[in-house]
């Protein structure tokens, strides 16, 4: 059994940057391959990177933009995605997968890239 905890997702305004990071553990030597997955709400899961015997390769829509480590203890093995320049169309939910004896997913983290639009403004007034 393999478990994998993924985190460093939030809110971030259009052009910066987030670095996700997931962590797997249990039976390492079940692992053969991991990728990062994300999902917007009423669609299929899109590939956004992923490494196989240690080759990394990317989706179409953040090549350039997106990069991933990997880096192995003898406990756990960290898979981390550094995402750059980051467009309000790379909002969706993160996931890590892990392939080998089984699919193995981590539970999602939520990446929200906000386009920096300002609001209308509400007055607040505290009175004495």
């Known amino acids: 059994q393999v478990r994998l905890v993924e985190s460093g997702g939030g809110l971030v305004q259009a052009g910066g940057s987030l670095r996700l990071s997931c962590v797997a553990t249990?039976?390492?030597?079940?692992?053969?391959?991991m990728h990062w997955y994300r999902q917007v709400p009423g669609q299929s899961r899109e590939l956004v990177s992923g490494?196989?015997?240690?080759?990394?390769?990317?989706g179409d829509s953040v090549k350039g933009r997106f990069s991933a480590t990997t880096s192995r203890a003898s406990s756990q093995i960290t898979y981390d995605l550094q995402m750059r320049d980051l467009k309000p169309e790379d909002t969706a939910v993160y996931y890590c997968?892990?392939?080998?004896?089984?699919?193995?997913w981590g539970q999602g983290t939520q990446v929200t890239v906000s386009s920096g639009d300002w609001g209308q403004g509400t007055q607040v007034t505290v009175s004495s």
């Open positions: 997968n892990a392939g080998g004896c089984n699919d193995f």
């Open positions: 249990g039976d390492l030597l079940c692992i053969s391959a």
């Open positions: 490494v196989n015997s240690g080759l990394p390769y990317y």
